[in-house]
T-cell receptor
Framework: DGGITQSPKYLFRKEGQNVTLSCEQN?????MYWYRQDPGQGLRLIYY???????QKGDIAEGYSVSREKKESFPLTVTSAQKNPTAFYLC????????????FGPGTRLTVT | GESVGLHLPTLSVQEGDNSIINCAYS??????FIWYKQESGKGPQFIID?????DKRQGQRVTVLLNKTVKHLSLQIAATQPGDSAVYFC????????????FGKGTSLLVTP
């Protein structure tokens, strides 16, 4: 999975609870991304970060928050404000400074009941 | 944003045959294109990419063709193997709009013996 780790692989939470998904990379990449994938669908961008301490909203940022305090780490918090949080969450990274291929982690499957 | 779509949701081919997966895009300013392979429950795996200053690029058993006139992208897989069975996504980027990739919904490739 290209030096990107996501944990845990499966996560279960009760409705109304915030939950944080971990993403770590050892590729020395500047840029990191979070995507959401629903069954039979493509990937939709939640947030991305081109550099430490900076991040931008993607297409579906509502109900999510991120931080980028270290180059290697880009955790995603799914808040209770996210209306339909059950999904497969994918983290990716790429060399910054231009458009390059993104390398993906193995994903975290979040189930909220 | 601009849409990225695939012509066929599923494709079934016999082992040893060549596979062609198609993708249409609508943003004429898109200048970077990429193909990913995703196996069930895993993160997408980079296959090949191409920039808009090229119309063909070859990798190991794969070829990507880009027709900017009709805004069409295709992935050709030679001598398809059972291990090629997966969902294939195309994605595009308009570098003037930022570094995020826009993904299509995916095509499921099934290789039968």
């Amino acid at each position: 999975d290209g030096g990107i780790t996501q944990s845990p692989k499966y996560l279960f939470r009760k409705e109304g609870q915030n939950v944080t998904l971990s993403c770590e990379q050892n590729l020395n990449h500047d840029a990191m991304y979070w995507y959401r994938q629903d069954p039979g669908q493509g990937l939709r961008l939640i947030y991305y970060s081109q550099i430490v301490n900076d991040f931008q909203k993607g297409d579906i940022a509502e109900g999510y928050s991120v931080s980028r305090e270290k180059k290697e780490s880009f955790p995603l918090t799914v808040t209770s404000a996210q209306k339909n949080p059950t999904a497969f969450y994918l983290c990716a990274s790429s060399i910054s400074g231009g458009v390059y291929e993104q390398y993906f982690g193995p994903g975290t499957r979040l189930t909220v009941t | 944003g601009e849409s990225v779509g695939l012509h066929l949701p599923t494709l079934s081919v016999q082992e040893g045959d060549n596979s062609i997966i198609n993708c249409a895009y609508s943003n004429s300013a898109s200048d970077y294109f990429i193909w990913y392979k995703q196996e069930s429950g895993k993160g997408p795996q980079f296959i090949i990419d191409i920039r808009s200053n090229m119309d063909k690029r070859q990798g190991q058993r794969v070829t990507v063709l880009l027709n900017k006139t009709v805004k069409h992208l295709s992935l050709q897989i030679a001598a398809t193997q059972p291990g090629d069975s997966a969902v294939y996504f195309c994605a595009e980027n308009d570098s003037n709009s930022g570094y995020a990739l826009n993904f299509g919904k995916g095509t499921s490739l099934l290789v039968t013996p």
